[in-house]
T-cell receptor, first 114, second 117 residues
Framework: SQKIEQNSEALNIQEGKTATLTCNYT??????LQWYRQDPGRGPVFLLL?????KEKRKERLKVTFDTTLKQSLFHITAAQPADSATYLC?????????????FGSGTRLQVQP | KAGVTQTPRYLIKTRGQQVTLSCSPI?????VSWYQQTPGQGLQFLFE???????NKGNFPGRFSGRQFSNSRSEMNVSTLELGDSALYLC????????????????FGEGSRLTVL
């Protein structure tokens, strides 16, 4: 069956360290993958997109990698700050033919301690 | 530019009732998608509309329906509410419909929190 797996346990790190979040998928051939941030009681906010032919994407303190062989994306936040505390969702285009909807993982909650 | 607006933000219904949720997309966006978010299942795709046509539908029962108007505003309706329908319903707009080659980000509203008693 098709699955998108993100670590359901919260990730706790100290301020200034690098946070690394994982997104693994099974039985998908995504053309691209996106990462979103969601704060409690709010809608998700788009952060980054990476295509299947790209290995790495950066935006300020954020970096995303995409390994289609491992079927995995890693999301890094360098020099993490307490304001980065939120739930991070990965979402992928499920691939294949026809009309496809962006499919989301369940998210990983990041807590950055001051 | 105004963001995606969802109304109402919070509502409480009882089992068996029906509910209608509204979504106004970002100006110029013609694609509207609806998602249900629950703690156990995460974000689950309900349906997508583009130019008043349903393009895609998720794996939800027929009690869940939607429509889109000529001004791109969208509504979703849930009939015969069940306890399990309690969730955050999120609407997202995009300038292009989903599909290969359209990698556009989704712009989400703040959601409508539905509680079914």
């Amino acid at each position: 069956s098709q699955k998108i797996e993100q670590n359901s346990e919260a990730l706790n790190i100290q301020e200034g360290k690098t946070a690394t979040l994982t997104c693994n998928y099974t039985n998908y051939s995504p053309a691209y993958l996106q990462w979103y941030r969601q704060d409690p009681g709010r809608g998700p906010v788009f952060l980054l997109l990476i295509r299947e032919n790209e290995k790495e994407k950066r935006k300020e303190r954020l970096k995303v990698t995409f390994d289609t062989t491992l079927k995995q994306s890693l999301f890094h936040i360098t020099a993490a700050q307490p304001a980065d505390s939120a739930t991070y969702l990965c979402a992928l285009d499920p691939g294949g033919t026809g009309r496809r909807a962006l499919t989301f993982g369940s998210g990983t909650r990041l807590q950055v301690q001051p | 530019k105004a963001g995606v607006t969802q109304t109402p933000r919070y509502l409480i219904k009882t089992r068996g009732q029906q509910v209608t949720l509204s979504c106004s997309p970002i100006s110029g966006h013609r694609s509207v998608s609806w998602y249900q978010q629950t703690p156990g299942q995460g974000l689950q795709f309900l349906f997508e509309y583009f130019s008043e046509t349903q393009r895609n539908k998720g794996n939800f029962p027929g009690r869940f329906s939607g429509r889109q108007f000529s001004n791109s505003r969208s509504e979703m309706n849930v009939s015969t509410l069940e306890l399990g329908d309690s969730a955050l319903y999120l609407c997202a707009s995009s300038s292009q419909p989903s599909g290969r080659g359209n990698t556009g980000e989704l712009f989400f509203g703040e959601g409508s929190r539905l509680t079914v008693l």
